[in-house]
């Protein structure tokens, strides 16, 4: 009896283990694949653009890899606060932006960085509702069931109008540099009276082949646009005469692109401006290659020297003004002959002695300058001087 009692005891005992291994656990909840919203929401404005750059959320809000996303909502509004995104400006399809397997993840560099972008077109209503605020823009990803784990962080850009940019924009390069024409807009611009909002317009140069910009001037544009009318009378159109700007900050036998912007300044009290730029004018190409000569040398004067002494001729003119100006060329000939160069390297100072002439002859001088890419301007009027 012992025996079958101990036989009896191990199959039970064998049996409640069998039985306690095939108790489930305590339920998992299902996971809810809501993307981490983005922090690194970027918005930047031009004209009637708003140019909108975020990374793509790699993991969701439990820490996940982020497995399957849905749409991305671009949420809009005028006030600081967004709230919520229940009517969105734009959904964007999962389609457009790569997510977790694909793109460079799937290039076998996991957990890079994939930026998704979405430009934004501001209506003249949305830009006048309320010139001096700002219009702030979030990003909410969805999952595929239509949910999200939050905006992401807010941008916000500036929401005055924008003005057009000016017509008939030129740049043609010239004796004393890059002339920058422009004619204002045919069409009436309709601006608001508002204090807090000015417009100035601002060109810009750059080298071709740099990446930056040099500013060569900036003007008041309120004189290219339509002054308000009294009620009921139609504004007269601004004046049809070209404005015109000289540029000679710029380098010779260079290449440069111009472009015009017209700028809104929003200007309120105890804050900075804020700066909005509109569209630029077709960009215009110039190639600086000098080909002017300098102004023709004036006031030559020959006077005669050397009673007692070796005879020889003094010459003076007035001095030229050209910054590239790197000196001065003196040709003399005598009656019916040709003039011949005294000088074997240009003349730095307004003034040259001519030591190598005889008695008895007269003697016909003439003087040019010459600038530091040796074009030479034509020779002077010339002045007569007779050696006794």
């Not at 008041?220 to 540029?247: H, M, Y």
């Not at 909005?276 to 030559?300: I, K, N, R, S, Y």
């Amino acid at each position: 009896m012992k025996r079958v009692d101990c036989n009896v005891l191990i199959c039970v005992l064998g049996g409640a283990v069998l039985v306690s291994c095939g108790t489930p656990g305590s339920p998992m909840p299902p996971a809810l694949e809501l993307a981490k919203p983005a922090t690194d929401l970027h918005a930047t404005r031009k004209g009637d653009k708003v140019y909108l750059a975020w990374t793509v959320p790699t993991k969701t809000s439990e820490g996940q890899r982020v497995r399957h996303l849905g749409p991305t909502r671009v949420c809009r509004s005028l006030r600081v606060d967004l709230g919520d995104c229940n009517n969105p400006v734009a959904e964007i399809p999962a389609a457009r932006f790569p997510g977790p397997g694909a793109g460079p993840a799937k290039q076998g560099t996991p957990g890079a960085k994939v930026q998704a972008n979405y430009t934004d077109t501001l209506s003249r209503e949305l830009e006048t509702q309320d010139p001096i605020a700002g219009i702030t823009y979030a990003v909410s990803v969805l999952n595929q069931s239509g949910r999200s784990a939050g905006l992401s962080n807010p941008a916000k850009v500036p929401s005055a109008p924008t003005l057009p940019p000016p017509e008939y924009f030129t740049a043609e390069v010239g004796s004393e540099g890059v002339l920058l024409s422009w004619k204002c807009p045919t069409a009436a611009v309709a601006i608001a009276a508002n204090p807090a909002l000015g417009y100035r317009l601002r060109i810009h140069r750059r080298e071709q082949g740099k990446r930056t910009d040099a500013q060569v001037s900036e003007v008041n544009f309120l004189d290219c646009v339509p002054a308000q009318s009294a009620a009921g009378q139609t504004p007269q159109p601004p004046a049809n005469e070209p404005r015109k700007i000289l540029d000679q900050t710029f380098e010779w036998e260079k290449r440069y692109d111009y472009r015009a912007t017209v700028i809104t300044i929003v200007s309120e009290p105890g804050k900075p401006e804020v700066e909005v730029e509109g569209d630029d004018t077709p960009v215009m190409q110039v190639l600086a290659h000098d080909v002017f000569p300098p102004a023709v040398p004036t006031g030559v004067q020959a006077v005669f020297s050397g009673a007692g002494q070796e005879p020889f001729v003094d010459l003076v003119w007035s001095p030229g003004t050209e910054a590239d100006l790197a000196g001065y060329n003196i040709y003399r000939h005598q009656d019916g002959g040709q003039p011949e160069k005294l000088n074997s390297a240009p003349v730095k100072t307004p003034a040259y002695r001519d030591a190598g002439v005889q008695s008895g002859k007269k003697y016909f001088y003439s003087v040019s300058a010459v600038d530091e890419r040796n074009n030479e301007s034509a020779r002077s009027e010339e002045a007569v001087e007779q050696v006794p």
